[in-house]
């Protein structure tokens, strides 16, 4: 990688690291989810490049750093799967279905939306794979021939309306049980909407932890697969 590469690459961890520093000291919940961190990241990056009249590709090819780390970053998402295992042991086989219908449905959602608004084929592979982590959506999004960005900005979208509303949501219909609570959060709202819920009751946030990781394997296997069949029948 050379100078500009690294120079682009350490502006973007500067940026987001002082969001992030400047994220953890607000307190009111709806101002915080506006400023989540990777959200601001990307907004301020788009206004640099509209600004200086840059193209993404430039900014892309010399961050290619911090793209091979999404690899590592899905390997990581291991690590709630055994920090909560004693919580899931009892109860797996049915987070794996409730979050395998999640996807199906959002996946099929997405595609029916796509079909009926006549959305161009690279834009309905861009919101197939949004109830997901970040990293996921970005590979899988990819890989259908889609466009990371718009998808990862939809994917923080999604969060932040989670972290928002998905709780008081949740109770209006009448799921007060904490699992269910945890793992529709952790299924649809990924890792903004969890974050929001580790101030609730343990168990909602440990299964919401459990969910997203288990959403983010499954999604990765389900979407590519489910995906070409759904845009043939319908697109």
């Known amino acids: 990688m050379d100078e500009l590469g690294w120079l682009s690459t350490i502006v973007i961890i500067t ?18 989810a506006l400023t989540n961190p990777v959200l601001m990241t990307i907004m301020l990056l788009a206004l640099l490049l509209i600004s200086c009249s840059l193209p993404y590709s430039q900014l892309a090819n010399d961050s290619q750093l ?39 449905n959002a996946t099929v959602m997405a595609t029916l939306l796509s079909a009926a608004f006549d959305a161009p084929p690279q834009l309905a ?8 982590t970040t990293p996921i959506t970005l590979l899988v999004t990819e890989s259908l021939g889609g466009i990371p960005s718009l998808a990862a900005t939809m994917v923080i979208f999604i969060g ?9 949501i949740l109770r209006l219909v009448g799921v007060h049980n904490h699992q269910a609570q945890g793992v529709a959060i952790g299924t649809t709202f ?21 969910a997203m990781a ?3 394997l499954l999604t990765a296997l389900i979407v590519p697969l489910l995906y070409p069949f759904l845009s043939q029948a319908l697109l």
């Open 15 to 32: 940026l987001f690291l002082g969001l992030k520093k400047l994220n953890a000291i607000i307190k009111n919940p709806l101002l915080k």
């Open 66 to 104: 911090l793209t091979s780390l999404l690899e590592p970053a899905i390997v990581a998402l291991a690590l709630p799967l055994y920090q909560q295992f004693i919580h899931i042991r009892n109860n797996l086989i049915l987070i794996l279905i409730s979050c395998s219908i999640g996807i199906i």
């Open 125 to 132: 592979a861009s919101v197939a794979a949004l109830s997901v």
């Open 160 to 168: 932040i309306l989670g972290a928002l509303f998905a709780l008081m």
């Open 190 to 210: 990924h890792a903004i909407g969890t974050a929001a819920v580790l101030t609730e009751p343990q168990k909602i946030s440990a299964f919401a932890s459990v």
């Open 214 to 216: 288990l959403s983010a």
